[in-house]
């Protein structure tokens, strides 16, 4: 999707349904913010950076911070957790997991892959917000980004990796790919990509399935996100390292000069 498209009446009909703080966005038609998106297999980081970049640029502009990814291994954890049932449940969420997005496998269930599309229309109410909120002039910086190439691995749909077993749920699958192309037709200004090794990702996270990440980090390299301007960056380097980098890529994006600004939090991930 280019920016001209923005103006059609179907994208702006969506976007109004959600009011925006009039204080961070007083021009009716404010120049378009900047996008920058931050993305990554788990443990490289994404999270804490977009945190820490948001504390510095709200110094100088209307900035917010979007999650654009599903949420669904840490509930998945934390339903873990549970006392008694709670592995158990856990398992049997993992195995439907997996068997939806393993190329040849069959989808278990018109339940299963409700829940999927259920997540997956979460994500695009936030990426609405997340273009409105750019559209108001507000420079946004999100943690993922959704993407149309790889099925069922790093923010990539969720039902098109295996086969629909009925009707409905080959209409969900469809459904759902499309919500994917739209998201993934709007490019980011600037992409970041954590490039990080599966051990130290787990060494970040330990509560991680290392061999999921290891796949996770091989796809990530795959990614061109349509061709939008991507740098990579070597996030098994330090926090300060990695930090450092990441100033400089945004710099040429910004007005304001960001060099002075050191991360006051602990520099670790």
């Given at each position: 999707?280019?920016?001209?498209?923005?103006?059609?009446?179907?994208?702006?009909?969506?976007?109004?349904?959600?009011?925006?703080?009039?204080?961070?966005?007083?021009?009716?038609?404010?120049?378009?913010?900047?996008?920058?998106?931050?993305?990554?297999?788990?443990?490289?980081?994404?999270?804490?950076?977009?945190?820490?970049?948001?504390?510095?640029?709200?110094?100088?502009?209307?900035?917010?911070?979007?999650?654009?990814?599903?949420?669904?291994?840490?509930?998945?954890?934390?339903?873990?957790?549970?006392?008694?049932?709670?592995?158990?449940?856990?398992?049997?969420?993992?195995?439907?997991?997996?068997?939806?997005?393993?190329?040849?496998?069959?989808?278990?269930?018109?339940?299963?892959?409700?829940?999927?599309?259920a997540f997956s229309l979460i994500r695009f109410f936030h990426y609405l917000q997340m273009r409105y909120a750019l559209n108001?002039?507000?420079?946004?910086?999100?943690?993922?980004?959704p993407q149309a190439e790889i099925a069922g691995q790093c923010d990539g749909p969720g039902l098109s990796a295996a086969?629909?077993?009925?009707?409905?749920?080959?209409?969900?699958?469809?459904?759902?790919?499309?919500?994917?192309?739209?998201?993934?037709?709007?490019?980011?200004?600037?992409?970041?990509?954590?490039?990080?090794?599966?051990?130290?990702?787990?060494?970040?996270?330990?509560?991680?399935?290392?061999?999921?990440?290891?796949?996770?980090?091989?796809?990530?390299?795959?990614?061109?996100?349509?061709?939008?301007?991507?740098?990579?960056?070597?996030?098994?380097?330090?926090?300060?390292?990695?930090?450092?980098?990441?100033?400089?890529?945004?710099?040429?994006?910004?007005?304001?000069?960001?060099?002075?600004?050191?991360?006051?939090?602990?520099?670790?991930?």
């Open positions: 999707m280019t920016i001209k498209s923005l103006n059609k009446p179907r994208e702006m009909s969506l976007d109004k349904k959600r009011p925006f703080d009039s204080k961070q966005a007083t021009e009716k038609h404010a120049p378009r913010g900047k996008l920058i998106a931050l993305v990554g297999c788990d443990g490289s980081g994404k999270s804490s950076l977009t945190s820490d970049l948001i504390g510095v640029l709200q110094k100088y502009r209307p900035v917010r911070r979007y999650y654009l990814g599903l949420g669904s291994g840490d509930l998945g954890r934390k339903i873990g957790k549970i006392p008694l049932v709670g592995s158990w449940i856990e398992s049997r969420l993992k195995q439907k997991a997996k068997a939806t997005r393993t190329k040849g496998e069959k989808i278990p269930g018109a339940l299963t892959a409700l829940v999927v599309y108001a002039g507000i420079t946004v910086i999100t943690d993922r980004y086969k629909a077993g009925n009707r409905f749920v080959a209409w969900l699958v469809q459904s759902e790919a499309r919500l994917y192309r739209r998201m993934a037709s709007f490019h980011p200004d600037l992409i970041l990509r954590l490039d990080v090794d599966a051990e130290t990702a787990h060494a970040r996270k330990p509560d991680h399935d290392i061999e999921a990440m290891r796949i996770k980090a091989a796809v990530m390299k795959q990614l061109t996100f349509g061709g939008a301007h991507m740098e990579i960056i070597n996030a098994t380097q330090s926090y300060e390292a990695v930090w450092d980098t990441i100033i400089h890529f945004i710099q040429p994006y910004m007005n304001d000069d960001l060099s002075d600004n050191k991360n006051s939090r602990p520099l670790q991930f």
